[in-house]
C-alpha cells in the first residue's frame, strides 16, 4: 500500500514537473490564406493572435480565418504533448 502511495507522489510530482515546462512550450498556426495567425503555449492559453495589415477588416471570412489559425495551432500542440509524453508510457 506504502508502494502505491510513494509511486502516486511522485507520478503526479512529474505531472506538475511537466506542466510547468510545457508553459514555456509555444505553437503557432495559421490561416490558410496567412493573413492570421495565433499562438497558444503548452497549457493550451493564448499568447498571441497576429492579424496581417493587408487584410481587409471588413472582409467577410474573418472569422473562419481565426478558427483555421487556432485549429492548426490546437493540431500541433496535440502532437507536441505526444512527443513530450512519449517517453513517460
Known amino acids: 500500500m506504502f508502494d502505491q502511495l510513494k509511486d502516486l507522489y511522485n ?12 508553459a514555456f512550450e509555444q505553437v503557432t498556426g495559421s490561416s490558410k490564406d496567412g493573413f492570421f495567425s ?3 503555449n503548452g497549457n493550451h492559453e493564448l499568447i498571441k493572435v497576429d492579424i496581417s495589415q493587408e487584410i481587409d477588416l471588413h ?3 474573418i472569422e473562419k480565418n481565426i478558427k483555421e489559425a487556432h ?11 505526444a512527443e513530450k509524453f512519449q517517453g513517460m508510457l
Open 11 to 22: 507520478l503526479r510530482k512529474q505531472a506538475q514537473e511537466i506542466q510547468k515546462q510545457m
Open 38 to 40: 495565433v499562438t497558444l
Open 59 to 61: 472582409h467577410p471570412e
Open 71 to 81: 485549429q492548426e495551432a490546437q493540431e500541433k500542440l496535440k502532437k507536441l504533448l
